[in-house]
C-alpha cells in the first residue's frame, strides 16, 4: 500500500510539471543591443534570441520586421503604444530554434530621450504548423489553467524586451 502511494504521488507531481511546462514555456528574448543613425532618425537594435529547441512564429513584414509595440517610460510609469500598421504584405514568420535576429525599431518620436521597450508577440512552432492548427478545446483549457494559476495572466500580451536608452 505504502508503494503504491509513493508512486501515485510521484505520477501526480510528472503530471504537475508536464502540465506547468506547457503553461510556463519560454519565449525568445528581445535583447536590446545598442543605437545607430539611420538616414532620417535614430534607430534602435534589438536581437531576438531564441535559445530554445522550438521554433516560434512572429507575424510581420519578415523575421526581421515583425509587428511590435512600444512601452516608454514616463513620470507617471509604463505607457504603451500601440502602432498603426497597414498589414498589406505581412504574413507569419518563423524564427528557427538556437538563432538570432536582428532587427531596427525607430526611437519613438514623441520621448526620444525617454527609456523604451519593445514589444513582439511570439507563437510557438512554425508558420506552417500555424496554418494548420485550429483552436481547440485543448487550447481553451490551457488558456482557463492559465488564468486560474496567474489571474493577471494576459493571453495577449507580448514578451517585452530590455530596456533601450540613451546614454
Avoid at 511546462?21 to 531576438?48: D, K
Avoid at 508577440?121 to 500555424?130: C, I, N, S, V
Wanted: a positive charge; aromatic letters at 12%; glycine letters at 8%.
Amino acid at each position: 500500500m505504502k508503494l503504491k502511494l509513493i508512486l501515485l504521488g510521484f505520477v501526480a507531481l510528472a503530471a504537475c510539471g508536464v502540465v506547468a511546462w506547457l503553461i510556463c514555456r519560454p519565449t525568445p528574448e528581445i535583447r536590446f543591443a545598442g543605437f545607430q543613425e539611420g538616414t532620417n532618425r535614430r534607430m534602435a537594435l534589438f536581437q531576438i534570441v531564441n535559445e530554445s529547441g522550438s521554433p516560434f512564429v512572429t507575424f510581420g513584414y519578415g523575421a526581421d520586421s515583425p509587428f511590435y509595440s512600444y512601452r516608454v517610460s514616463t513620470p507617471a510609469g509604463w505607457k504603451k503604444h500601440q502602432l498603426g500598421w497597414c498589414g498589406t504584405g505581412a504574413g507569419s514568420h518563423t524564427l528557427a530554434p538556437h538563432s538570432v535576429t536582428e532587427i531596427q525599431v525607430p526611437v519613438p518620436y514623441d520621448s526620444p530621450a525617454a527609456p523604451f521597450a519593445v514589444g513582439i508577440h511570439f507563437e510557438r512552432g512554425t508558420a506552417a504548423d500555424l496554418a494548420s492548427r485550429s483552436h481547440s478545446r485543448l487550447d481553451e483549457f490551457f488558456d482557463w489553467l492559465r488564468l486560474r494559476i496567474n489571474p493577471d495572466y494576459k493571453g495577449q500580451e507580448p514578451t517585452w524586451s530590455s530596456v533601450a536608452q540613451l546614454p
